[in-house]
């Protein structure tokens, strides 16, 4: 089935920097094409991608920066009901969508979930 609501909060560090766009493994990860993940992209800029039945993967992007080498806490979080996911890091909001997945989140295929490493 879909999740309607989630949210992920975490504190974060990393000071890569590469070409690619998955060179940071996910913070957090429920196989980002079924369900949803969180990870830094190789220019540094932090992403939360969400997949559901209608939608493939749609990746939601900071312009912040932040492999600086600082600790950071981050929050995402979607809810169905407003049709929003937000990205909020050290207390700010980074990044935000609106109008996504009216049915939640989830291609409702079992997944396995990972913290600090992920399925990309």
Not at 5 to 25: D, H, I, P
Not at 42 to 59: E, Q, Y
Not at 92 to 114: C, N
Request: glycine share 12%; proline share 1%; hydrophobic share 35%.
């Amino acid at each position: 089935s879909q999740i309607q609501t989630v949210t992920v909060a975490l504190y974060f560090r990393t000071a890569q920097v590469c070409s690619g766009t998955y060179c940071n493994y996910a913070f957090f990860d429920v196989d980002t094409t079924q369900y949803f993940g969180v990870y830094v992209k190789g220019d540094g800029r932090l992403t939360f991608t969400t997949s559901s039945l209608n939608v493939s993967r749609r990746a939601l992007s900071t312009t912040l920066k932040v492999n600086d080498g600082n600790w950071h806490w981050l929050v995402v979080s979607f809810d169905a009901a407003t049709l929003k996911k937000h990205t909020f890091i050290d207390g700010f909001t980074r990044a935000e969508q609106s109008g996504v997945y009216s049915m939640g989140i989830g291609t409702g295929f079992p997944s396995d979930g990972y913290v600090g490493g992920g399925s990309m």
